[in-house]
């Protein structure tokens, strides 16, 4: 982001275009790094190759862009994959009306990472329909996967699979957000039905993930107050 191609920084220095910005938060991807502002706007740099910067093209940037295909919505959340991102989105429709929320994804999408039903990749971000309406609360993305959370704390899961890593109990890799079903308890009665996994919070490795899961009858007969 300091517009200098060929020279290696060894030191942390400011990036000027958003010296006044207010970020507040910060993530990379393996070479591209988006900056989300205060006033709820993303910026990007780096490697496009895949379209990762979401610009619209496919084209290098060595300083922070404004990623104008989001600009009308309030960006709630961000992550980075190996060569993709993930936002969480809000959109005001007045005061009357409550925001509409959705997750938009772009860059590489050869493993189905960016959950539109295909394996092609994007320069723009694109809503993901699988996801409309389901209350999303939470976005995530590995290497070359992505996960969300729901309201109900339930896990959706797409992209490489290749390591196991999206929870489905195979290593099939998926194109479009599927719900991670619970594990297998043998101490259970055998049974074809698997109810939903449901967890607290979610943290997405490069190739895992790994959650901090919840008892649903411990939930159900928790004090509230407690």
Same mark, same amino acid.
């Given at each position: 982001?300091?517009?200098?191609?060929?020279?290696?920084?060894?030191? /942390?220095?400011?990036? /000027?275009?958003? *010296? =006044?910005?207010?970020?507040?938060?910060?993530?990379?991807? %393996?070479?591209?790094?988006? #900056?989300?502002?205060k006033n709820e706007q993303l910026y990007v740099w780096g490697r496009n190759d895949c379209g990762q910067l979401g610009l619209g093209h496919y084209t290098h940037s060595p300083i922070p862009e404004h990623v104008t295909a989001l600009k009308r919505f309030q960006v709630q959340q961000i992550d980075c994959?190996?060569?993709?991102?993930? #936002?969480?989105?809000a959109e005001d429709k007045g005061a009357d009306a409550? /925001?509409?929320? =959705?997750?938009?994804?772009?860059? *590489?999408g050869e493993e189905g990472q960016l959950g539109h039903n295909d394996f092609f990749s994007r320069c723009v971000p694109r809503s993901v329909r699988t996801l409309e309406a389901r209350g999303i609360r939470?976005?995530?993305?590995?290497?070359?996967?992505?996960?969300?959370? @729901?309201? #109900?704390?339930?896990? %959706?899961?797409?992209? @490489?699979? =290749?390591e196991g890593q999206l929870g489905h109990g195979d290593e099939t890799t998926l194109n479009c957000p599927a719900i991670v079903k619970e594990p297998f308890n043998e101490d259970k009665a055998k049974?074809?039905?698997?109810g939903t996994f449901r967890a607290r919070t979610l943290f997405v490795g490069p190739h895992y993930m790994v959650a901090m899961g919840? @008892? #649903? !009858? *411990? !939930?159900?007969?928790q004090d509230p107050m407690n």
């Open positions: 982001g300091m517009n200098i191609a060929d020279k290696l920084l060894l030191t /942390p220095d400011i990036i /000027p275009s958003l *010296r =006044r910005s207010g970020s507040c938060h910060v993530v990379c991807g %393996y070479s591209h790094t988006v #900056a989300l502002l994959g190996y060569d993709h991102c993930i #936002a969480f989105v409550p /925001p509409v929320e =959705r997750v938009y994804t772009w860059g *590489r939470a976005v995530h993305a590995g290497g070359f996967s992505s996960a969300a959370i @729901d309201e #109900a704390k339930q896990v %959706y899961t797409w992209g @490489d699979s =290749r049974s074809d039905f698997r919840l @008892d #649903a !009858e *411990r !939930e159900k007969n």
